[in-house]
């Protein structure tokens, strides 16, 4: 569910022509709906009512601090994955007491930054990181309350780059490992255990492997409790899959939370959640400007004012984004077009063979579903600056994110001396 439709044949962002939007503030850029980032989150939310449950929004698919905000005003916390991340979630007010921080290369200065901040807890990838963490903690005179994330040897995800619960990816613990890794915790200093964690892909659009998953980490968490373990609390992950195209049906939020609500059963546990994709990915869209329209061999190429840099998940992941007109025209036919970008680059092609009522120069399309994993993973390749983004509430619509000059660009780089005297 999102709210970018059509009203006369123009496509609108809540109440919002997406046109006037991109008049403003100029082509390519990300428009977000504040109404549909409220809504993927209160989903959630409202299925675990009754239940304790941290939904720690994991921040890397849209980190902007507009989006962040409009999560923490609902009450959301942040699954953060490096040290700036977490400053940017304070900065944008979600509290300390609702971040969780994973990842596998927690840095010294970032493990003492969460440490002084207060955070939630650390999901512990490796005991190489146990032991720095319980040195850290123990020096500051601070407590980490840890998870380990669990490898469940489960594979799933939308594309092989983006599974991460199998034996060969480099996230978690082995689960043979798993209760001696808690034996060893139990002993150090600074270290107070508190829950257990799994994360094993994204864009899971099938809830068998979750469940499996699921299942096995609250059979462990049940028998460590029998062996005397205080585990108080169960983070999932996140994962769950977003329709991209039209037609595809992926298990909805609300079958998600049930399932899980299913595994646990009577199991009396703090739930942690962190689902990036299914709160931001439909909640965003790229809009763009055809700037050409080139025929070549037997072939008809829609060249676009946005490139590989700005949208990078097709190059990266093979990923497929619906691409509409902004402004539909019934009089125009299909027709198949390879859509691509203005970098040097083979990669930088967003479609191949791509069927969409005719384009013309000069007009705007739209990338819908690109509101998670787009704008965070821009790069100004070529000396194309980072793109601006637009959050939309109702009638109002505010630029979150501006275009840096080209003079703000180079002004970060210095020629050393020897070369300018
Ligand atoms: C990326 C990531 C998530 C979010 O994944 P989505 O598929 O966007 O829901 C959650 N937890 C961890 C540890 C991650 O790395």
């Given at each position: 569910m999102h709210h970018f439709t059509y009203r006369d044949g123009e496509l609108f962002c809540e109440d919002v022509a997406v046109s006037e939007i991109?008049?403003?503030?100029?082509?390519?850029?990300?428009?977000?709906s504040s109404a549909t980032l409220e809504r993927h989150y209160r989903v959630l939310s409202d299925a675990f009512a009754g239940q304790s449950c941290l939904i720690a929004y994991a921040m890397k698919a849209n980190s902007n601090q507009a989006v962040l905000a409009t999560l923490a005003k609902l009450g959301s916390g942040a699954d953060v994955v490096s040290g700036g991340e977490m400053r940017r979630?304070?900065?944008?007010?979600i509290p300390a007491s609702r971040i969780v921080y994973s990842g596998v290369a927690k840095s010294k200065p970032d493990i003492q930054a969460a440490l002084k901040a207060g955070i939630h807890q650390f999901n512990v990838e490796s005991l190489p990181e146990l032991h720095r963490l319980s040195e850290i903690a123990s020096e500051g005179g601070h407590t980490a309350s840890i998870a380990f994330r669990i490898n469940p040897h489960v594979e799933a995800g939308g594309h092989a780059n983006i599974s991460t619960g199998g034996a060969e990816h480099k996230f978690g613990i082995a689960w043979h490992e798993a209760k001696s890794f808690y034996a060893q915790a139990a002993d150090l200093p600074g270290i107070q255990i508190v829950g257990?964690?799994?994360?094993?892909g994204s864009q899971i659009t099938d809830l068998t492997p979750m469940r499996l998953a699921f299942e096995k980490v609250v059979g462990l968490v049940r028998e460590m409790r029998a062996e005397g373990l205080p585990i108080s609390r169960i983070d999932l992950g996140g994962g769950l899959g977003i329709p991209y195209r039209e037609g595809e049906t992926p298990a909805s939020p609300a079958?998600?939370?049930?399932?899980?609500?299913?595994?646990?059963?009577?199991?009396?546990?703090?739930?942690?959640l962190e689902p990036g994709r299914m709160i931001a990915g439909n909640?965003?869209?790229?809009?763009?400007?055809?700037?050409?329209?080139?025929?070549?061999?037997?072939?008809?190429?829609?060249?676009l004012d946005a490139g590989m840099n700005d949208l990078m998940r097709p190059a990266?992941?093979?990923?497929?984004?619906?691409?509409r007109p902004v402004r539909m025209d019934p009089a125009r036919s299909s027709r198949t077009y390879d859509v691509v970008g203005p970098i040097c680059e083979s990669t930088d092609r967003f479609a191949k063979g791509y069927s969409v009522p005719e384009l013309r120069e000069g007009e705007l399309v739209a990338?819908?579903?690109?509101?998670?994993?787009?704008?965070?993973?821009?790069?100004?390749?070529?000396?194309?600056?980072?793109?601006?983004?637009?959050?939309?509430?109702?009638?109002?619509?505010?630029?979150?994110?501006?275009?840096?000059?080209?003079?703000?660009?180079?002004?970060?780089?210095?020629?050393?001396?020897?070369?300018?005297s």
């Amino acid at each position: 569910m999102h709210h970018f439709t059509y009203r006369d044949g123009e496509l609108f962002c809540e109440d919002v022509a997406v046109s006037e939007i991109a008049a403003q503030f100029g082509t390519p850029l990300y428009i977000y709906s504040s109404a549909t980032l409220e809504r993927h989150y209160r989903v959630l939310s409202d299925a675990f009512a009754g239940q304790s449950c941290l939904i720690a929004y994991a921040m890397k698919a849209n980190s902007n601090q507009a989006v962040l905000a409009t999560l923490a005003k609902l009450g959301s916390g942040a699954d953060v994955v490096s040290g700036g991340e977490m400053r940017r979630a304070l900065a944008a007010g979600i509290p300390a007491s609702r971040i969780v921080y994973s990842g596998v290369a927690k840095s010294k200065p970032d493990i003492q930054a969460a440490l002084k901040a207060g955070i939630h807890q650390f999901n512990v990838e490796s005991l190489p990181e146990l032991h720095r963490l319980s040195e850290i903690a123990s020096e500051g005179g601070h407590t980490a309350s840890i998870a380990f994330r669990i490898n469940p040897h489960v594979e799933a995800g939308g594309h092989a780059n983006i599974s991460t619960g199998g034996a060969e990816h480099k996230f978690g613990i082995a689960w043979h490992e798993a209760k001696s890794f808690y034996a060893q915790a139990a002993d150090l200093p600074g270290i107070q255990i508190v829950g257990v964690d799994v994360h094993i892909g994204s864009q899971i659009t099938d809830l068998t492997p979750m469940r499996l998953a699921f299942e096995k980490v609250v059979g462990l968490v049940r028998e460590m409790r029998a062996e005397g373990l205080p585990i108080s609390r169960i983070d999932l992950g996140g994962g769950l899959g977003i329709p991209y195209r039209e037609g595809e049906t992926p298990a909805s939020p609300a079958e998600y939370a049930s399932m899980i609500r299913e595994v646990l059963g009577d199991l009396d546990v703090e739930l942690i959640l962190e689902p990036g994709r299914m709160i931001a990915g439909n909640a965003g869209i790229f809009v763009s400007r055809v700037e050409y329209i080139k025929e070549r061999d037997d072939r008809e190429f829609a060249i676009l004012d946005a490139g590989m840099n700005d949208l990078m998940r097709p190059a990266l992941y093979q990923a497929v984004h619906e691409l509409r007109p902004v402004r539909m025209d019934p009089a125009r036919s299909s027709r198949t077009y390879d859509v691509v970008g203005p970098i040097c680059e083979s990669t930088d092609r967003f479609a191949k063979g791509y069927s969409v009522p005719e384009l013309r120069e000069g007009e705007l399309v739209a990338f819908m579903s690109a509101g998670a994993y787009g704008a965070v993973m821009s790069n100004q390749y070529n000396t194309r600056p980072l793109c601006a983004e637009v959050l939309v509430r109702g009638n109002q619509s505010a630029l979150v994110r501006r275009v840096p000059t080209f003079e703000e660009i180079i002004a970060s780089e210095t020629v050393p001396e020897w070369l300018t005297s």
